[in-house]
Each structure stands twice: as C-alpha cells, then as structure tokens.
C-alpha cells in the first residue's frame, strides 16, 4: 500500500501481531520514503442487520424479541427452553441466509410462522392469529383449516 502522508512511498508492512491468532489484527508499517512508522489495526466488522417495521422505521435486528413471540406462543406447551433457542437459531441462521442488510419484519414473521408450524401446531395457530391480526374469522379460518384437514 502507497503511504498516506507523503503517498509516494511503500507503506510496507514490518511486524505483524495477532491477538491469540484472532482479531484484532495489529500491523507495523513503515515508508520506504519517507520513514514514518505507524500500528494499522483491522478488527472484523459485520453489516447490521436491520428490520424494517411496517411503518417503514427500521430498528436493529434483536433475536431476542422472536424468543419472545416464542416463549408468548409456546405459554405451557410441553416444549423446553433449549429448543425454543434452538428454533430461534435456526430462524436466526435462514434470516442471515436470505437477507444482507435489511429484513422486512413482515419476512421475519413468515418465516417464525413457517418454523413453527413444524414445530408444534398450537403454538402455530397462537401465533398466527396473533401475528396476522386477523380481521376476521373467514380469515382465521384460512389458516386453520388445511391444518385441521391433514389431521382428518
Ligand atoms: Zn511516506
């Protein structure tokens, strides 16, 4: 790299110091000009994800609040903290799969619905009756009906 103070010479690198192997990674450069020496740092940096909510506002992406639609969801049903984590894990993991920088908390939703539906079906209809505000009961019905139907 070109030396940011008299950007003629080579800023070369000299000395180079991990943190146990990890970041932050510290290298000594020195000008082949004109002699500067400086540490440049590099540390890891992910994008944020953001939410986008249905006014538009965004807000940083928190697993913790779909924990808790969970937890809301699955209120005594015969299902153990450590697979309410693990469910949100993996939601977690298809959400960074499917979306760079932004998520529309209307996909987070759908995806939660998804998961869960697989998961334990009362919890599903709890949450989708809640999720998706229904309007009405023929709406409800829509939900829950291919659901009742498959257990005919
Ligand atoms: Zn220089």
Redo the contacts with the bound molecule.
């Keep these: 790299m070109k030396?940011p103070?008299?950007?003629?010479?080579i800023?070369s690198v000299t000395d180079t110091r991990t943190n146990n192997g990890g970041f932050p990674i510290r290298r000594r450069r020195r000008?082949?000009?004109?002699?500067?020496r400086v540490w440049s740092v590099e540390v890891m940096e992910e994008n944020p994800l953001h939410v986008i909510k249905k006014d538009q506002s965004r807000e940083p992406f928190d697993r913790t609040k779909i924990l808790r639609g969970l937890e809301k969801a699955c209120y005594k049903r015969p299902v153990s903290q450590e697979q309410l984590e693990e469910l949100v894990s993996r939601i977690e993991e298809e959400i960074y799969r499917q979306y760079d920088r932004e998520v529309p908390s209307r996909a987070i939703g759908e995806l939660v619905m998804r998961y869960l539906k697989e998961f334990d079906q009362v919890a599903y209809v709890r949450f989708a009756s809640v999720y998706r505000e229904f309007k009405d009961v023929s709406e409800f019905v829509e939900e829950v009906e291919p659901m009742l139907n498959r257990k005919r």
Excluded at 5 to 9: I, T
Excluded at 31 to 36: E, L, V
Aim: net charge positive.
């Design positions: 030396c103070f008299c950007r003629r010479g800023f000008c082949s000009r004109c002699g500067r």
